[in-house]
């Protein structure tokens, strides 16, 4: 049985690694995102005015949960919620 000199060795040790990379950077880039639903962001106003934010009901950016407040008749859904906790 022969045995591998030491720069075999290592070449054999880089191409693994460099495989093992290649792999876990092509199964990165095929486990789908969660990204939050713009369309599913609905903030709710208390009058046709639309200036007073009385809820929010959605996702954030980061895909956080948001559910706050309450539901009207007068409401825009879309967008982005930022990041932030919800006010109390």
């Known amino acids: 049985m022969r045995r591998l000199s030491p720069a075999a060795r290592v ?3 880089f191409a693994a690694l460099t495989a093992g990379a290649a792999m876990l950077g092509t199964t990165a880039l ?3 995102s969660s990204e ?3 369309g599913g962001n609905c903030t709710y106003y208390s009058d046709e005015s639309y200036t007073t934010v009385v809820g929010q009901y959605g996702r ?3 895909n ?3 559910a706050w407040g ?3 008749q007068h409401y825009e ?3 982005c919620f930022t990041c932030t906790p919800p006010p109390r």
């Open 64 to 66: 956080n949960r948001i």
């Open 60 to 62: 954030d950016c980061c």
């Open 36 to 38: 939050a639903a713009p």
């Open 30 to 32: 095929l486990v789908p």
């Open 77 to 79: 859904c879309g967008g």
């Open 70 to 72: 309450i539901t009207t």
């Open 11 to 13: 070449r054999y040790f």
